[in-house]
Structures are given as C-alpha cells and as structure tokens.
C-alpha cells in the first residue's frame, strides 16, 4: 500500500522486530511494553501486522476474534461481539506525526477487514493516563465509544471504541453476543 505521502507500508516480519520494539518501547505508556519474546508472539497471532520503513517510522497491529490473546481489552470485546478486528496497537513515530500515516495504515486496514468478512474494527483508547491526541484522532475515523474500563488494579482507564465497516451503517453499532 502507498500513501499520499509516498511512503510504502509492508507486511511486518519477523526481521522487523528490533525497530518495532524501538518505536513501540518509546510509547509504551501509551500501548504497553514488550520485549523481543512477546511482539514475537503478538506478530505470530495477530491477522494483520503493516508498517512503514521495517516499523521504524509507523505500525499497526491488529487481530481478529480468534486470537488466542490474554490482555483484558481484547477480552471485553471478545465477551460482547460474535466478529472483530481488534487494534492492539497503532504508532506513528513523533517525527512523522501530521503526514498521515496512521489514517493510511486504518485505511487498508478497514479494506482489508471488509475483504476478510469482518464488519467491524475495534480499539481502546486511554483516557487515564490521558490520551487526547488519540481520542481525537479515532473520533476522526468514525470510531464511536461503546464502553469503559479501569485496568491494571485501577491504574489505567480506556475507552472502548468501534468503527462499523461498510455496508454496516444501518446496524446497531452495539450488537453483540448478549441481546439485553
């Protein structure tokens, strides 16, 4: 995929792995950190893993339903909806913020999730520590919030976010696995 800006995004690859650890540890308060055995395994289980420059300048990662994929956010989605795609984490270095890579990763991810049947991308976004960049970002994109969490003992508070893919504007944006 090429963006506006000419900046090619590729599959992410194992050989990535030392600038994607680079970028994300340096935002970690913001996603989480990792070390080189578990974004081994977030790679190994995620559907959808695109950066730009190996990983070093932007990156999302994402997973569907089925992931195999202990982290309590992706479990408050997988106890309310049937199909997702999930984004783990999406990170635009801070020198290559404002040139939209971020909002042309999202949107071959959501063209890629339309292809694979999905009818719906999901993310949280912190709002304790906050992270209003983001938050507004992903309000930009069509994402709406559909809940609310402390997480860590209390630590940390997201919202839950959802953004309906095509042909799913009609539907409500709350159907889940549980009807009440």
Not at 13 to 23: H, V
Request: charged fraction near 20%.
């Amino acid at each position: 995929m090429n963006n506006d800006n000419g900046n090619e995004s590729h599959d992410l690859r194992f050989a990535d792995i030392l600038p994607i650890l680079t970028l994300n540890n340096l935002h970690a308060e913001r996603t989480s950190f990792l070390d080189e055995r578990s974004l081994a395994q977030l790679l190994t289980i995620s559907c959808y893993a695109r950066g730009i420059d190996h990983g070093t300048t932007a990156m999302l990662i994402a997973l569907d339903q089925n992931a195999e994929y202990d982290n309590p956010n992706f479990q408050w989605f997988r106890s309310r909806y049937e199909r997702f795609i999930y984004v783990d984490r999406i990170i635009v270095s801070s020198t290559a913020r404002g040139r939209g890579l971020a909002r042309s990763l999202y949107r071959d991810l959501f063209a890629w999730s339309e292809l694979a049947g999905q009818r719906q991308v999901v993310c949280e976004v912190n709002i304790r520590p906050p992270n209003h960049a983001s938050e507004a970002f992903h309000r930009e994109m069509g994402f709406v919030e559909v809940g609310q969490a402390n997480i860590h003992n209390g630590l940390k508070s997201v919202q839950y976010l959802q953004r309906l893919l095509r042909g799913n504007a009609g539907r409500n944006s709350h159907q889940s696995l549980d009807p009440s």
